[in-house]
């Protein structure tokens, strides 16, 4: 469908790096191309723009780019409600994100995952699982490389595993993968979508498009994913949990087959588990080999920052789930685990409720709590009478953390928090976790 794109007069909306590979891919089949961005542009990212020859338009977003414009290709993350799109709308210019811009591109095979919690992992596990089939695989999205970057390279019969945000699920038109999961859902990104429905619908999207011959993969008795499968979507249904794929007798199973023991999954935490199981229904029409499944789940640990294991430390097991930047995460976490935790949590002051974190204390030995939230959890926990300590920052948190542990018991990095108090990001947040778990062993070895 490359066509469509030549000598049209294109917007690309961003210039993070999936705006700069839209911009690369339209220039390259004949689309007159300007990027714009709201803010002034980095130097890597101005540098890229002018090496691609392209007109640049930075530090606002005007008008009168409308005046030659026929189509748009925006960020996901830039909201609707921004001027320049609200007039677009209004002249029936079309918008374009960039994930219906890697499908256009391309006729390959789409395995498409979404979720509130859960999906990165899913992603990974799911491209891991498809490596061992027939077909060549690639994994797009919010994960790996940009989607249009992988869409535009990748050839019919090759499969594309791609991880999708309620942002990139809002400007779907025609994206239609042959397998696609709808993970769970939880109220996230309320300031962009307005309100938990809006958020859901989003994710719903991405049936919108499914046929006869496609599968969908949900979990069936969460009420709220369920609502988004379109009455009448055509494509065969298949649920986790609860039906399709379940645990039985500590068994994963697929259709009452027993897979492989829960306790040799290499991943960590009972939500992982579920992880598991839609991964397995979403890979089943591959005809991935038994051996290749079995091998991979046994030695696939997860993604870094989220429930990632360190290994023992000083006898005890340590986890870094960095990515835990709200309530459900936290609770997921902390409920996929038999053995005592010393919860480590806190950063950056949103207002949230923290009460609903209460139902998964039942296992934490104690608390210790860093950053602007220290003090909330620390009278979180001594309500539940849990021993609970607040401290400034990490670097005081850990040490902390191995003194109220004892052998066999976890310890737990799942913040409930977002980072920004302290850190720019989850990762730069776990990465300082995992080095200061290194430094406090090679101290007390």
């Known amino acids: 469908m490359q066509q469509q794109w030549s000598d049209k007069r294109v917007l690309v909306l961003g210039a993070a790096r999936s705006g700069i590979a839209a911009a690369a891919y ?24 002018e090496a691609l020859g392209i007109n640049g338009v930075f530090g606002a977003h005007p008008l009168e780019l409308l005046d030659a414009t026929d189509m748009i290709v925006k960020n996901p993350g830039i909201p609707y409600h921004i001027p320049l799109l609200q007039a677009a709308l209004e002249r029936h210019i079309p918008i374009y994100t960039e994930v219906e811009l890697a499908y256009l591109a391309t006729d390959a095979t789409f395995v498409a995952i979404t979720g509130s919690n859960g999906k990165t992992t899913t992603t990974t596990l799911v491209h891991e699982l498809l490596k061992g089939g027939s077909r060549p695989v690639h994994v797009a999205g919010n994960i790996g490389f940009p989607a249009i970057e992988v869409a535009s390279k990748a050839k019919q019969g090759d499969i594309i595993v791609i991880e999708l945000s309620s942002f990139q699920l809002m400007g779907v038109e025609q ?72 645990v039985v007798d500590g068994w994963v199973t697929l259709h009452g087959e027993p897979i492989i023991r829960v306790e040799d999954l290499a991943l960590g935490g009972a939500h992982n588990v579920e992880n598991v199981l839609a991964a397995l229904l979403l ?25 990632e294991s360190l290994g023992r430390v000083l006898g005890r097991r340590v986890y870094n789930d960095s990515k835990a930047t709200n309530n459900v995460a936290a609770e997921a976490a902390l409920n996929g685990f038999e053995a005592p935790i010393v919860w480590v949590c806190g950063g950056l002051e949103r207002g949230a409720d923290l009460t609903s974190l209460i139902p998964a ?17 620390k ?28 052998t066999d018991d976890v310890i737990l990095l799942s913040p409930a928090c977002a980072s920004w108090d302290q850190y720019k990001t989850f990762e730069e947040r776990g990465e300082h976790f995992v080095r200061l778990v290194d430094a406090y062993k090679e101290a007390n070895r």
């Open 283 to 307: 890979v089943e029409p591959f005809n991935i080999p038994r051996a290749h499944i079995e091998r991979v789940l046994q030695t696939f640990g997860g993604v870094a920052h989220r429930t």
């Open 175 to 246: 994206f239609h993968p042959q397998a696609a999961a709808l993970l769970n859902l939880s109220p996230a990104h309320l300031d962009y979508h307005g309100d938990f429905d809006s958020y859901a619908d989003a994710k719903g999207n991405l049936f919108r498009n499914m046929n006869a011959s496609d599968r969908v993969v949900v979990k069936g008795n969460d009420s709220e994913v369920m609502k988004r499968v379109p009455a009448g979507l055509p494509a065969s249904k298949f649920g986790y949990d609860s039906g399709d794929a379940r």
């Open 361 to 377: 204390l039942g296992r934490v030995k104690a608390i210790v709590a860093y950053g602007e939230t220290a003090e909330r959890f």
């Open 379 to 406: 009278s979180l926990g001594e309500a539940e009478q849990i021993p609970s300590f607040a401290v400034d920052t990490l670097e005081a948190a850990v040490p902390l953390a191995f003194e109220q542990s004892a």
């Open 26 to 49: 339209l220039r390259n089949v004949g689309a007159n191309v300007t990027i714009n961005t709201g803010s002034e542009p980095s130097t890597e990212e101005r540098m890229k723009i």
